[in-house]
């Protein structure tokens, strides 16, 4: 059984800085991609990051050079470094696994989903 438990969400003031982990069991995690996605309240979810197995990397435009996706693979978790908060990064971020190739930030080609881990960002 697979599941994935984000953590590290929270409050914060515009500007600061927050790491999300997500912590993965029941996979493979060293060949997995898998990656982060949020969303707000009335939106789409959307992806902001994602990593390949082989360690490629996948960023939104609009969270490029704030944050930072990596991944532990003896830890089996996934980190997202989130800097330069904005209130528009509020959201609740959920943590996504597939196996294999390919990956990117699209949606729907993720299998495994965890609960989520809620971000919010404060003017």
């Known amino acids: 059984q697979v599941q994935l438990v984000e953590s590290g969400g929270g409050s914060v003031q515009a500007g600061g800085s927050l790491r999300l982990s997500c912590t993965a069991s029941?996979?493979?995690?060293?060949?997995?991609?898998i990656g982060w996605f949020r969303q707000a309240p009335g939106e789409e979810r959307e992806g902001v990051a994602a990593?390949?197995?082989?360690?490629?990397?996948y960023t939104d435009a609009s969270v490029a050079g704030r944050f930072t996706i990596s991944r532990d693979n003896a830890k089996n978790t996934l980190y997202l470094e989130m800097n330069r908060l904005k209130p528009e990064d509020t959201a609740m971020y959920y943590c996504a696994a597939k196996a294999g190739w390919p990956c990117s930030l699209q949606r729907k080609i993720f299998t495994y989903w965890g609960q989520g881990t809620q971000v919010t960002v404060s003017s």
């Open positions: 029941g996979l493979t995690f060293s060949s997995v991609c």
């Open positions: 990593i390949s197995g082989a360690g490629s990397t």
